[in-house]
C-alpha cells in the first residue's frame, strides 16, 4: 500500500509558473501525474520511471511541462511554465508497483492515487 500527498497547487497568472510536488510513503516503478478540469475527464499529463529513464507527456505539457522525481525522498515533481487558463484543473499523482511500459497500456488504471491539489490560472 502506498499514500500520495500532492502539493504546490494554488493560483497563478497565466504565464507563470508553478511547481507540484507528491510525497509517497514507499518507493514504486511508475508514477504519474493526471489532472482533471471542472466537467471534462481525468487526463494523463506525464509519467516518469523509478529511474528516470523513462518519460513520456501529453501534447499539451510538452515543452511547458517538466516530470522528475527525488527517489531519495520518494517525492514526484511536476515543473509547470507558461501556464494557461487552460491547465486550470485539479492535479493527481498515481503510482504502480508494475514499470511504467505496462502501465503505458492503460494508464488510468495505476494502484494508487493521491486526493490531489487545485491548479487555477487566470488569465
Known amino acids: 500500500q502506498v499514500t500520495l500527498v500532492e502539493s504546490g497547487g494554488g493560483s497563478v497568472q497565466a504565464g507563470g509558473s508553478l511547481t507540484l510536488s507528491c510525497a509517497a510513503s514507499?518507493?514504486?516503478?511508475?508514477m504519474a501525474w493526471f489532472r482533471q478540469a471542472p466537467g471534462k475527464e481525468r487526463e494523463g499529463v506525464a509519467i516518469i520511471s523509478m529511474g528516470s529513464t523513462y518519460t513520456g507527456y501529453s501534447y499539451f505539457a510538452k515543452g511547458r511541462f517538466t516530470i522528475s522525481k527525488d527517489n531519495a525522498k520518494n517525492t514526484l515533481y511536476l515543473q509547470m511554465n507558461s501556464l494557461k487558463p487552460e491547465d486550470t484543473a485539479m492535479y493527481y499523482c498515481?503510482?504502480?508497483?508494475?514499470?511504467?511500459?505496462?502501465?503505458?497500456?492503460?494508464?488510468?488504471?495505476?494502484?494508487?492515487w493521491g486526493k490531489g491539489t487545485l491548479v487555477t490560472i487566470s488569465s
Open positions: 498515481a503510482a504502480d508497483y508494475r514499470v511504467c511500459t505496462v502501465v503505458a497500456r492503460n494508464y488510468y488504471g495505476m494502484d494508487y
Open positions: 514507499g518507493r514504486t516503478n511508475c
